[in-house]
């Protein structure tokens, strides 16, 4: 009798705290110091400026964005939007530049309030580039040009996958690119979901200059095993960074256009079922019998890696 009280016990402690999470993840202790500024129904909002201007298209991008994800992943998420100015950064995001979007683990995702210091920086360099190229940016970024409507408006919906992925895997995942590729997924996905298109032609058009541009000068990494290795000192490189992810954006497109919603969806249940967790850590060549398995091999030729030098 004694042992079927403590089995219901136990029982009974496990599906709260399972509940507890589920409802409820998101790590407050970081909103410390900032005021809410409830912007949204629909996700909880905070900012280091009591009454902040010019988010309402940001914000109104997450919400379309969280009503895409919470039906192809069938989810109710909820999450923190953070806006930080560039002063305050460093002690809200977990690294720099100012103003990069970023996800956290614990539901919480950390915005730039002004101009980031990335926007600034290409806004800068915008003088140099070719007049057809020029044209074609403000055709949609409109004039002057600023940059925060990719580096804010549209990398929100790449944080904002992260999250769905997170909510669902821990810290614990199997590769760094298999991440990114999926929060670049998750950006086109998203964008192409909105009636609008604006969001997407302006990504599309900056990754698309960039790429032709081919600014990159020299990389110091360039293959997915570096990637993995070593990543933190790969994103404090601004450039190498940018680069890596301009490849990760193209498969993300290719793979979209050819399969719709149903690869972001089983891209992430992929990500949960490869978790190492669950599978512990795996060597390349399994992982990319499990990509096959899942995916089939059109995919897995989509992903292979032009850049290896190994
Ligand atoms: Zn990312």
Not at 196 to 216: A, G, H, P, V
Request: hydrophobic share 35%.
């Amino acid at each position: 009798m004694k042992k079927l009280f403590t089995l219901i016990l136990i029982v009974f402690v496990i599906c709260n705290s399972c509940k507890q999470a589920d409802s409820d993840w998101i790590d407050r202790t970081k909103h410390e110091g900032l005021h809410n500024i409830t912007l949204s129904d629909n996700f909880e909002t905070y900012a280091t400026e009591a009454q902040p201007n010019n988010l309402e298209i940001t914000i109104n991008n997450l919400e379309l964005a969280k009503s895409y994800f919470d039906k192809i992943f069938d989810e109710d998420l909820n999450f923190a939007v953070l806006f930080v100015d560039n002063q305050n950064w460093d002690k809200y995001a977990f690294s720099p530049p100012p103003g990069m979007p970023q996800a956290h683990h614990d539901g919480n995702i950390v915005l730039g309030l002004n101009k980031s210091v990335m926007a600034n920086g290409f806004e800068q360099t915008l003088s140099q580039i070719p007049p057809q190229a020029m044209q074609e940016l403000k055709k949609y970024y409109g004039e002057p040009i600023n940059l925060d409507k990719f580096f804010r408006d549209g990398l929100a919906l790449h944080e904002l996958g992260h999250l769905y992925q997170f909510y669902r895997t821990g810290k614990n995942s199997q590769r760094n690119w298999l991440n990114e590729l999926f929060g670049n997924l998750c950006q086109v996905a998203a964008a192409k979901s909105f009636e609008d298109q604006s969001t997407f032609n302006q990504m599309d058009s900056f990754q698309n200059l960039l790429i032709r541009s081919n600014q990159w000068g020299n990389l110091k990494y360039k293959t997915l095993d570096e990637f993995e290795t070593n990543y933190f000192d790969v994103m404090k490189e601004d450039r190498n960074y940018g680069w890596y992810q301009t490849q990760f954006y193209t498969m993300a497109k290719e793979l979209f256009s050819k399969f719709g919603d149903s690869i972001v969806t089983k891209f992430r249940e992929f990500l949960i079922k490869c978790n190492t967790d669950t599978y512990g850590n795996i060597d390349d060549n399994k992982l990319n019998e499990l990509i096959q398995e899942s995916f089939g091999k059109e995919v897995l030729n989509i992903l292979k890696w032009q850049h290896s030098d190994s």
